[in-house]
């Protein structure tokens, strides 16, 4: 399967923070999610592969190519949604369109205001009046009007209400029905991406902590819960990390059924991806 | 080309909520210039004035710019980072000349209606270049400014490094006196080339100001 | 046609659209020749991966259930009856194997055995 995406060994060095060694194959057709903290890097990851930050080394390729030799080409084809900046609020959707006819040889009109109808936001009133949710629905609006081959969003669903998050989600898995197409969604709200993903990739202090598929992750992996005693005849081989509680032990296992098989595991829980972030982050091993 | 245009066509976009505040400046700018003895005044006063007006308000769309953080944005779209500085370039270079003309248009009308003279347009052009040097200069040294610490801290980049080029200046100019070099004696021979001197100073300065403008923005983190 | 996924049950997604979709195939649900939703689609509506849904059709494909045409989408597979029957019979009576040890051991009786089919059977339909 051809990539759509592509970075390899991506670093970035900065006085107090520092992005290692970072790879992502977002092949053709999918959804990767990029989960972690606040800070754990992954705006600094969105922002290298948007070539807004200098990255210190990696190879990054996008339609296959390279995302610098061919900025602006690739930019012509790229939609994205960053969590902190846009345009001036002190612009209508109207106003935007007059601007963006100019900026985007495939700039569509006609799409754009379908968009702006169906997420009922007022043509001529200036963004700064619109609820947050409203703003993010623009956002999106823009960032899908001129036919992107590849979305990367930052954030998108942070600040919205369940049922614009729905809509949006939806939107999301309307646009990869065309199997050329890709999104990159970074995401700390990680019951979004636990739906609609097909790879997630968790990021952990400027690291990749791991990068599967959404089934692998959620179908394959376990929360082992048992006693002391219990935890102690566990090989360390066999599981990835554990957290103590005050009743209990948390272990996370990389395959729960080769765990069962090889133990006789009291219990075995099917783990969101809330919960292997919270046992990567604060487990111990 | 239309990349730049989309950009000055969202500046102007952004300052249409200014529209009624610019036209109350206008009309406090007449009414300044009115008040004035001599229609000379007036005329000179008007053009001074429309120029700074114009130009500091196109100025103000730096201030959009950073509250929504729009260049990391801007930088998302197919556009280049030199395209970027260049459109601000050109509506701030756009806006001053507009509105040393638009000064000149208005001191014209005033002159003509409240002294039944032909304003002296040659007069007034002068005026109206030597403006756009002055406002030209701020301008050169304000950008870059913004570019390098952002609107805010750009004010006091921008006073100590004017104040700088106004002690360096003076200082010279004070030397040269006191060495007995015919510094007077330069500007009047060089008052009959003025306007060809302004002209090449006002080029000289805003493309000086462009080239440091594009260096600081091409590396900046966004 | 209806599938319906439940996150908190211990079976796995795949799992769950592939019984299912099973399950209509070989009640009738589902005609031979019949066109399945793309594994696009299916994923958009079930609001999952497509990753799930593909790996779903793939273990129907596997089974012989259903078939996939590339550019033109997956059917149901003209699957030999009297072989899905087989399937089924064997697993009704592996099932009444286990039902049939334990009433041995509990010492029930046949008859008894016997009357629970029938309500079950009975209730069932």
């Given at each position: 399967?051809?990539?759509?995406?592509e970075v390899?060994?991506?670093?970035?060095k900065?006085?107090?923070?520092?992005?290692?060694?970072?790879?992502?194959?977002?092949?053709?057709?999918?959804i990767?999610?990029?989960i972690?903290e606040?800070?754990?890097?992954?705006?600094?990851?969105?922002?290298?592969i948007?070539n807004?930050?200098?990255?210190?080394?990696?190879?990054?390729k996008?339609f296959?190519?390279?995302y610098?030799k061919?900025e602006?080409?690739i930019?012509?084809d790229?939609?994205?949604?960053?969590?902190?900046?846009?345009?001036?609020e002190?612009l209508?959707?109207?106003?935007?369109?007059?601007?963006?006819k100019?900026?985007y040889?495939?700039?569509?009109?006609t799409?754009?205001?379908?968009?702006?109808?169906d997420?009922?936001?007022?043509?001529?009133?200036?963004s700064k009046?619109?609820?947050?949710?409203m703003?993010?629905?623009?956002?999106?609006a823009?960032?899908?009007?001129?036919?992107?081959?590849?979305l990367?969003?930052?954030?998108p669903?942070?600040?919205?209400?369940?049922?614009?998050r729905?809509?949006?989600?939806?939107i999301?898995?309307?646009?990869?029905?065309d199997?050329?197409?890709?999104?990159?969604?970074?995401?700390?709200?990680?019951?979004?991406l636990e739906?609609?993903?097909?790879y997630?990739?968790?990021i952990?202090?400027?690291?990749?902590?791991?990068s599967k598929?959404r089934?692998?992750?959620?179908?394959?992996?376990?929360?082992?819960?048992?006693?002391a005693?219990?935890?102690?005849?566990?090989?360390?081989?066999?599981?990835v990390?554990?957290k103590?509680?005050?009743?209990?032990?948390?272990v996370l296992?990389e395959?729960?059924?080769e765990?069962?098989?090889k133990y006789d595991a009291?219990?075995?829980d099917?783990?969101?991806?809330?919960e292997?972030?919270?046992i990567?982050?604060?487990g111990e091993? | 080309?239309n990349s730049?245009k989309g950009?000055i066509i969202?500046?102007l976009?952004q300052?249409?909520s200014?529209?009624?505040?610019l036209?109350?400046?206008?009309?406090?700018f007449?009414?300044?210039?009115?008040?004035?003895?001599?229609t000379?005044?007036?005329g000179?006063?008007?053009?001074l004035?429309?120029?700074?007006g114009?130009?500091m308000f196109s100025i103000?769309?730096?201030?959009?710019?950073?509250?929504?953080?729009?260049?990391?944005?801007?930088?998302?779209l197919?556009?280049t980072?030199k395209?970027?500085?260049?459109?601000?370039y050109?509506?701030?270079i756009?806006s001053?000349?507009?509105?040393s003309?638009?000064?000149i248009i208005?001191?014209?009308?005033i002159t003509f209606v409240?002294s039944k003279?032909?304003p002296?347009l040659?007069?007034l052009?002068?005026m109206?270049?030597?403006?756009?040097?002055?406002?030209?200069?701020?301008?050169s040294?304000q950008i870059?400014?913004?570019?390098?610490f952002?609107t805010?801290k750009?004010?006091?980049?921008?006073?100590i490094?004017?104040?700088?080029i106004?002690?360096l200046?003076?200082?010279?100019?004070?030397?040269?006196?006191k060495a007995?070099?015919p510094?007077?004696?330069l500007?009047?021979?060089?008052?009959?080339f003025l306007?060809?001197?302004?002209i090449i100073a006002v080029?000289?300065?805003?493309?000086?100001?462009y080239r440091i403008?594009?260096?600081?923005?091409?590396k900046?983190?966004? | 046609m209806?599938?319906?996924?439940?996150?908190?049950s211990?079976?796995?997604i795949?799992?769950?659209?592939?019984?299912?979709?099973k399950?209509?195939i070989?009640?009738n649900?589902?005609?031979?020749?019949e066109?399945?939703?793309s594994?696009?689609v299916?994923?958009k509506?079930?609001?999952?991966?497509?990753?799930?849904?593909?790996n779903?059709?793939?273990?129907l494909?596997k089974?012989?259930?259903?078939?996939t045409i590339?550019?033109?989408?997956?059917y149901?597979a003209n699957?030999?009856i009297?072989?899905?029957?087989?399937?089924q019979?064997?697993k009704?009576?592996?099932?009444?194997?286990?039902?049939?040890s334990?009433?041995?051991i509990s010492?029930?009786?046949k008859?008894?055995?016997?009357n629970?089919?029938?309500?079950?059977y009975?209730?069932e339909k």
């Amino acid at each position: 399967m051809e990539n759509i995406l592509e970075v390899k060994n991506l670093s970035k060095k900065y006085q107090d923070f520092e992005l290692k060694n970072i790879n992502i194959a977002l092949p053709k057709g999918m959804i990767m999610g990029i989960i972690g903290e606040n800070g754990a890097g992954k705006s600094t990851t969105i922002k290298s592969i948007l070539n807004l930050i200098q990255a210190d080394k990696g190879e990054i390729k996008i339609f296959g190519l390279d995302y610098q030799k061919n900025e602006t080409k690739i930019k012509e084809d790229i939609g994205v949604v960053l969590d902190d900046s846009f345009l001036s609020e002190y612009l209508t959707p109207n106003d935007i369109n007059k601007m963006m006819k100019q900026i985007y040889k495939n700039w569509d009109e006609t799409l754009y205001f379908k968009y702006i109808e169906d997420f009922h936001l007022p043509k001529d009133k200036i963004s700064k009046d619109y609820s947050s949710g409203m703003k993010m629905k623009l956002k999106i609006a823009v960032a899908l009007s001129h036919h992107p081959k590849l979305l990367i969003l930052d954030e998108p669903t942070s600040g919205l209400d369940p049922v614009a998050r729905n809509e949006i989600l939806d939107i999301f898995q309307d646009f990869i029905q065309d199997e050329s197409k890709g999104i990159l969604v970074s995401s700390h709200i990680t019951s979004d991406l636990e739906h609609i993903a097909d790879y997630i990739t968790f990021i952990n202090h400027g690291e990749i902590v791991l990068s599967k598929t959404r089934d692998e992750l959620l179908e394959n992996y376990g929360i082992v819960k048992c006693s002391a005693e219990e935890f102690q005849k566990i090989a360390s081989k066999d599981y990835v990390k554990y957290k103590k509680n005050r009743y209990e032990y948390d272990v996370l296992v990389e395959n729960k059924f080769e765990f069962k098989k090889k133990y006789d595991a009291p219990i075995v829980d099917k783990p969101t991806i809330e919960e292997i972030m919270l046992i990567y982050i604060k487990g111990e091993k | 080309m239309n990349s730049i245009k989309g950009l000055i066509i969202k500046d102007l976009l952004q300052l249409k909520s200014y529209r009624k505040t610019l036209i109350v400046f206008i009309l406090i700018f007449i009414a300044v210039s009115i008040s004035q003895e001599s229609t000379v005044e007036i005329g000179n006063m008007l053009v001074l004035m429309m120029t700074l007006g114009l130009g500091m308000f196109s100025i103000a769309t730096f201030n959009y710019d950073e509250m929504s953080k729009a260049d990391r944005y801007l930088l998302t779209l197919p556009l280049t980072r030199k395209q970027v500085v260049r459109a601000k370039y050109a509506l701030v270079i756009g806006s001053t000349i507009v509105g040393s003309l638009i000064g000149i248009i208005l001191s014209s009308i005033i002159t003509f209606v409240m002294s039944k003279n032909v304003p002296n347009l040659l007069d007034l052009g002068l005026m109206s270049l030597g403006g756009i040097l002055g406002i030209g200069l701020i301008e050169s040294i304000q950008i870059p400014c913004i570019y390098k610490f952002g609107t805010e801290k750009g004010k006091i980049q921008m006073f100590i490094v004017t104040a700088g080029i106004a002690l360096l200046a003076g200082g010279l100019f004070y030397m040269g006196e006191k060495a007995n070099l015919p510094i007077g004696n330069l500007f009047e021979s060089l008052n009959q080339f003025l306007p060809f001197v302004l002209i090449i100073a006002v080029v000289v300065m805003y493309g000086i100001s462009y080239r440091i403008s594009v260096g600081i923005f091409s590396k900046k983190e966004i | 046609m209806n599938i319906i996924i439940s996150n908190s049950s211990g079976t796995p997604i795949y799992e769950q659209i592939r019984e299912q979709i099973k399950n209509k195939i070989v009640s009738n649900e589902l005609k031979t020749g019949e066109l399945l939703p793309s594994i696009r689609v299916l994923a958009k509506d079930l609001r999952i991966s497509v990753i799930t849904t593909k790996n779903a059709y793939e273990e129907l494909e596997k089974e012989g259930y259903v078939q996939t045409i590339p550019g033109k989408g997956t059917y149901v597979a003209n699957k030999n009856i009297e072989l899905i029957r087989e399937e089924q019979l064997q697993k009704i009576e592996s099932l009444m194997d286990t039902a049939v040890s334990i009433a041995k051991i509990s010492q029930i009786s046949k008859e008894d055995l016997r009357n629970m089919l029938e309500i079950l059977y009975g209730e069932e339909k």
